[in-house]
């Protein structure tokens, strides 16, 4: 929120004094990643490498980055060739993390020889979060790989949106748009969901709707649309999809907006870049492409959603029909199948 009013110095001071705060105090490392970011991308005056970099190895020695692996690959570590990695996601997933219960519950379920009780008890684990459940759906969905487990997927799918709320909306919208965008009561389903998810101002939502309508309406009807939700409590994404639709003396606003809820990647400094490029500020273009120099690898946040596509391309890999979804009762009364 301090970052928000970034063109006060005093508010910046004290950002920046909350984060190390915590840091001396509670040893949080979360803390020493914000610190990262407010240096690297948040400050007037970014990027401030050498305090950027001191935190950013401060973070690294932690090892508290969640383990970035994609579906099939998830599946395919052994043992004997990653145990590092293998011991990173269970230690994550014990401690609760939502992506991490998720893909561990399905590395215990694609493993014929895994007990009951241990097949059980990362069903419940995964039942307690509704990001969990939304994140056990997602890798359902991206490893079923015959039609009867896609469909099995989808049902899925569909009962952790009934479960969760509007919050699942734009990922299932996305799912929907994978398995048979084709059909028209799935199209409708679609442009409900994503309705539902951009008047909570989900920039993702809004972009996608817009792409699927590309045909019928244009993008600043789409924003006409959303405007109002935009302006109220807009996402990153939402912001960036409005710039080119307000007038000059809103942009300085919705960029400050906007950085306080960046992830501090190369993605988001482009896109904030392009705000500035298409109002003809070249001199605020050039300084965000001058910050995206400066991220290691990118830093591209997993679960960025519809700014290269939730899932990029499907990852396809031999998946038995799930074991896991017997025992994850939602907590609609329902159970899966």
């Not at 748009?177 to 409900?192: L, M």
């Not at 699927?212 to 939700?229: I, M, N, T």
Request: one cysteine or more.
């Amino acid at each position: 929120m301090l970052v928000r009013y970034r063109d006060d110095p005093a508010r910046i001071v004290r950002a920046e004094s909350l984060l190390l705060e915590v840091v001396a105090r509670q040893g949080e490392p979360q803390a020493m990643a914000d610190l990262d970011r407010l240096y690297r991308c948040q400050v007037n005056d970014a990027p401030r490498l050498a305090q950027a970099d001191a935190w950013a190895a401060q973070y690294r020695a932690t090892g508290h980055r969640t383990v970035s692996v994609n579906a099939t690959d998830l599946l395919a570590l052994a043992p004997e060739r990653a145990p590092e990695a293998i011991a990173k996601i269970q230690t994550q997933a014990l401690d609760g993390r939502s992506q991490m219960v998720a893909s561990h519950a399905q590395r215990v379920q694609s493993n014929p020889l895994a007990p009951q009780a241990a097949l059980r008890f990362w069903a419940s684990r995964v039942n307690r979060s509704n990001q969990a459940l939304e994140a056990f759906a997602e890798l359902e969905f991206e490893l079923a790989t015959t039609p009867a487990q896609r469909e099995l997927a989808m049902e899925f799918f569909r009962r952790v949106h009934l479960n969760n709320g509007v919050t699942t909306a734009l990922d299932l919208a996305i799912a929907l748009t994978e398995y048979n965008a084709r059909d028209p009561q799935v199209a409708q389903e679609i442009v409900k969901l994503l309705t539902m998810a951009g008047n909570r101002g989900e920039g993702g939502a809004i972009r996608l709707l817009a792409r699927l309508q590309s045909g019928e309406r244009s993008e600043a009807e789409v924003y006409a649309q959303f405007a109002d939700k935009i302006e109220a409590r807009g996402d990153f994404l939402g912001l960036m999809f409005a710039m080119p639709h307000i007038d000059a003396g809103r942009v300085d606003d919705y960029v400050d907006r906007a950085v306080s809820l960046m992830n501090c990647g190369t993605k988001d400094a482009d896109e904030l870049g392009d705000a500035y490029a298409i109002h003809g500020q070249g001199e605020m273009s050039y300084h965000w492409r001058r910050i995206g120099l400066h991220f290691e690898g990118g830093m591209c946040c997993p679960s960025c959603v519809c700014r290269t596509g939730r899932w990029g391309g499907l990852m396809m890999a031999p998946h038995p029909v799930s074991p896991t979804l017997r025992h994850v009762r939602l907590r609609t009364g329902t159970r899966a199948r």
